[in-house]
């Protein structure tokens, strides 16, 4: 599951985190990061790109 019991451990590896609204999928360009055990997550409904806030107006001056 998320963690992979890397939270059990008393000393635990260090982590690695890439944030980047705009990071790849592409597992080649993923893999030169040298990730151990990589967990990839992601925020969102798949497919939608861009989400406005529904009560969101706009006015044109």
């Not at 597992?27 to 798949?46: C, D, E, I, M």
């Amino acid at each position: 599951g998320p963690g992979r019991g890397l939270w059990n451990k008393r000393y635990p590896r260090v982590m690695k985190m890439s944030l980047s609204a705009t990071l790849t999928r592409d597992p080649s360009k993923l893999s030169q990061l040298n990730l151990y055990h990589p967990l990839f997550l992601t925020t969102g409904a798949s497919g939608t790109r861009y989400q406005l806030p529904s009560q969101l107006e706009s006015y044109k001056l």
